[in-house]
């Protein structure tokens, strides 16, 4: 049976090999670098899946990165940069143990400063290709007093793509 073929492009025979095309075709090319920016906390448990399951899908290198906040209203006390930092150690080995099951390479990451600042400065540094974060999900006061997350001033900031996983919303098993 011939079917026509004016003005369709004729079915693909089942041995022909498929071809992609538009954006998923050039998702290899687009995401090489994944920054997921961790804090430690489960909220940022879903981004990290997300961020690995994203890199393995696209053979990208993940970037776990913590900030240690030294901003003027945490102060510069010692023992508070000390537990920050072992904390964050804590965070992206976590990272790094869970990306060995999704088979991703990670690159670890510390920086030291504002949180969003440094996202964006580590995404401009190492021409991340997308950022993968958490965020708390905090509405209406909450939001408020907090003057915005560090997600949302990433998104507001980023010149790459910002993927924002919120943990309420997340439906990977973590």
């Not at 006390?77 to 930092?85: I, M």
């Not at 958490?134 to 793509?161: I, M, Y």
Request: net charge negative.
């Amino acid at each position: 049976m011939n079917e026509p073929t004016v003005g369709r492009t004729p079915a693909l025979e089942l041995n022909e090999p498929r071809r992609l095309t538009g954006f998923r075709a050039t998702m290899d090319a687009v995401f090489s670098r994944i920054l997921i920016p961790t804090d430690g906390t489960p909220s940022s448990d879903c981004a990290v899946e997300n961020g690995l399951g994203i890199a393995a899908e696209y053979g990208a290198t993940a970037h776990a990165l913590y900030v240690v906040e030294t901003s003027s209203s945490m102060g510069h006390v010692d023992f508070v940069v000390e537990r920050q930092e072992a904390t964050g150690e804590d965070a992206v080995e976590a990272v790094e143990r869970r990306a060995e099951a999704f088979g991703v390479a990670v690159v670890k990451a510390f920086r030291y400063g504002v949180p969003h600042e440094q996202i964006l400065d580590y995404a401009d540094d190492y021409d991340i290709d997308l950022v993968v974060m958490g965020t708390h999900g905090r509405s209406g006061l909450g939001r408020f007093v907090k003057a915005g997350s560090v997600a949302e001033r990433v998104v507001r900031a980023a010149d790459v793509p910002v993927m924002v996983a919120r943990r309420d919303a997340c439906r990977l098993p973590i």
